[in-house]
């Protein structure tokens, strides 16, 4: 069955550095995300990507956070200058359609991203 | 903003037993998905209902929806240990984002 898959499993950082978090979507897919969550918290939305563009951001999603599909099969998240309060899991997913959707969202299983 | 909320925050029940979650949202919305969390893990979508619709069943699961009272409930019957995990509700309001809610901690005890 196909699946999204995400790279690193664990990433351990100094606060200030950068990080480069990847994810492959499953390869039919149009619609590409990242979501974090807070050990304990809720799912948070980053950002959606749609036709190699940003389609939505949250407010979270801030000018330290970027997102690239470098090539055909690629989708990473950027965070330019880690901040101790980014320690998360990260989300990555894709969906086949887009708004109005009626096909699930498929996620990788996370990234946990420790900034020390 | 977040939407989804579900209640409650946490539930303990005994294997065989059927757990109800529920989800209250506050905009209108295209569907309404349901995922489940083991902990530390990936989310895994069980289940994916439209605004058109009020029922659906898959395998142990049934999912209503009240776009009246901006509800949803999710009821796993026949509880079993392996249903212990954490579960979400995400809404699509046709915008390119889903909504989680903070989830509902399951316990099924042995």
């Known amino acids: 069955e196909p699946e999204v898959t995400q790279t690193p499993s664990h990433q351990v950082t100094q606060m200030g550095q950068e990080v480069i978090l990847r994810c492959v979507p499953i390869?039919?897919?149009?619609?590409f995300y990242w979501y974090r969550q807070i050990l304990g918290q809720k799912v948070e939305f980053l950002v959606s990507?749609?036709?190699?563009?940003?389609?939505?951001k949250s407010e979270i999603f801030d000018d330290q956070f970027s997102v690239e599909r470098p090539d055909g099969s690629n989708f990473t998240l950027k965070i330019r200058s880690t901040k101790l309060e980014d320690s998360a899991m990260y989300f990555c997913?894709?969906?086949?359609?887009?708004?109005?959707?009626?096909?699930?969202?498929?996620f990788g299983q996370g990234t946990r991203l420790t900034v020390v | 903003s977040q939407q989804g909320e579900e209640d409650p925050q946490a539930l303990s029940i005994q294997e065989g037993e059927n757990a109800t979650m529920n989800c209250s949202y506050k905009t209108s919305i295209n569907n309404l998905q349901w995922y489940r969390q083991n902990s530390g893990r990936g989310l895994v979508h069980l289940i994916l209902i439209r605004s058109n619709e009020r029922e659906k069943h898959s395998g142990r699961l049934r999912v209503t929806l009240d776009t009246s009272k901006k509800s949803s409930s999710l009821l796993i019957t026949a509880s079993r240990a392996a249903d212990t995990a954490s579960y979400f509700c995400a809404t699509d309001s046709g915008v390119n984002d889903m909504r989680f809610g903070a989830g509902t901690r399951l316990t099924v005890k042995p």
């Open positions: 390869s039919n897919h149009l619609y």
């Open positions: 990507f749609y036709n190699n563009e940003i389609s939505e």
């Open positions: 997913a894709s969906s086949e359609l887009g708004p109005p959707r009626d096909t699930e969202a498929f």
